[in-house]
């Protein structure tokens, strides 16, 4: 049983800064891509940034510049920093992880976290 538990989010103004965490834990062997993604109220959900496990990232562009992806490989967990927020960043983020488990060691299978409110007011 895996499970990625998302926390951070919040309430902020405008121009204010939040930082989220997503801790996995359970029967990991291996965790490869981490990822965050976030949904607005009805619109589709969209990737936020990304990193490798060598610690390589990618990001939105609507988010390059403001947001920083990182991960603590030790403890499994991933991190996004949000500076410099905008209301049209209000949106659920979820944390994603490609990983692979002891007695599944070759085929990587995708986990999702609950997700987490982020509200950025004007």
């Known amino acids: 049983q895996v499970q990625l538990v998302e926390s951070g989010g919040g309430l902020v103004q405008a121009g204010g800064s939040l930082r989220l965490s997503c801790a996995a834990s359970g029967s990991i062997f291996r965790i490869n891509t981490m990822a965050w993604y976030r949904q607005a109220p009805g619109k589709q959900r969209e990737l936020v940034a990304g990193?490798?496990?060598?610690?390589?990232?990618n990001y939105a562009d609507s988010v390059k510049g403001r947001f920083t992806i990182s991960r603590d490989n030790t403890k499994n967990t991933l991190y996004l920093q949000m500076n410099s927020l905008k209301p049209e960043d209000t949106a659920v983020y979820s944390c994603?992880?490609?990983?692979?488990?002891?007695?599944?060691?070759?085929?990587?299978?995708?986990?999702w976290g609950q997700g987490t409110q982020v509200t950025v007011s004007s």
């Open positions: 990193i490798t496990s060598s610690g390589t990232t």
């Open positions: 994603n992880a490609v990983l692979t488990t002891p007695t599944n060691r070759w085929i990587p299978t995708t986990y």
